[in-house]
């Protein structure tokens, strides 16, 4: 572990993990993050989980690393800080808390007009100027779309649906017909409303498999098929609405669907 932001450390504790670092050439099971902000910021304290954790790593009591990290955790810096901003703040009922509530409730009625959320220009110019510095940001987004499943974007539009009102058998039929259609483009309109339909589950909290058994037995007797990556196209548009799966995705789920099968043929 590097020294975080180059910074020399400023209390005996960080300077003691540091050297059992270098000593044992390991890390402490402590985030890298918090690590980085605790050398990088001296008001910065830990959590007493996070202080045990360096306790046992640098082979000392709890206590000791408390103390040595300044003989308070996180919740005791946060509780000063509480009292501190609790003594700043005008005395209840005085002139100056008054004034202080009738300002941010005159704040919170400027926001709306006629029970409708109004952004107010300032806001708005804000806005506008973090889309110009980053003009990519949309496209970052649709792009992160491609990473979802099917199945999430079916449940994800769904949902929106009912939670517009409509019933659940409405719901599903207009999401079958989103789903049909393009980008999506499911063509089998039983595989679409899979998608939407919770997966079934066994005990031991598994999907179920029922009736994907006997579909590969009624592919493998009618079509004569085995070549297993057609077959595990066919499963895949079926029973999970994937249309166009990648070859390496074909390859990996076939090697898997073939000793599924085998490992359990299914009774006559």
């Known amino acids: 572990m590097s020294r ?55 082979d000392i009591p709890y206590e000791q690393a408390l103390e040595e990290a300044g003989g308070k955790t996180a919740s005791d810096r946060w509780s000063d800080l509480g009292k501190a901003n ?30 409708t959320l109004v952004i107010d220009e300032d806001r708005l110019a804000k806005i506008k100027e973090s889309k110009a510095a980053n003009p990519n940001g ?6 992160n779309l491609d990473k979802r499943t099917q199945r999430g974007i079916a449940q994800s539009i769904l949902g ?8 659940r058998e409405e719901a599903e039929r207009a999401a079958i017909s989103k789903l049909m259609a393009p980008p999506d483009s499911i063509g089998d309109e039983r595989a679409a409303l899979s998608l939407l339909r919770p997966r079934r589950r066994n ?18 007797e009618q079509q004569g098929a085995r070549n297993w990556t057609e077959i595990a196209r066919l499963v895949m548009v079926r029973f999970e609405g994937i249309s ?17 099968y085998y490992r359990r043929p299914p009774t006559v």
């Not at 949309?138 to 792009?143: E, F, I, Q, T």
């Not at 929106?160 to 019933?167: A, F, P, T």
């Not at 390859?251 to 000793?259: I, P, Y």
């Open 4 to 58: 975080p932001s180059g910074r020399k450390p400023w209390n005996p504790l960080q300077a003691r993990v540091l050297e059992r670092t270098k000593l044992l050439g390991t890390r402490p099971a402590v985030s890298a993050s918090i690590l980085t902000q605790w050398f990088k910021y001296e008001e910065r304290a830990l959590n007493e989980r996070d202080l045990r954790a360096l306790g046992t790593f640098c």
């Open 138 to 143: 949309l496209s970052k987004s649709l792009a």
């Open 86 to 115: 609790v003594a700043n703040l005008p005395k209840p009922h005085t002139k100056e808390h008054i004034a202080n509530a009738r300002k941010g409730g005159d704040a919170t009625r400027s926001r709306f007009r006629d029970g």
């Open 244 to 260: 166009e799966p990648s070859d390496v995705e074909l390859a990996r789920r076939s090697k898997n669907l073939t000793a599924w």
């Open 160 to 167: 929106g649906l009912i939670s517009r009102g409509m019933s």
């Open 203 to 220: 005990k031991g909290g598994r999907p179920r498999a029922e009736g994907k058994r006997d579909f590969i037995r009624m592919t493998l």
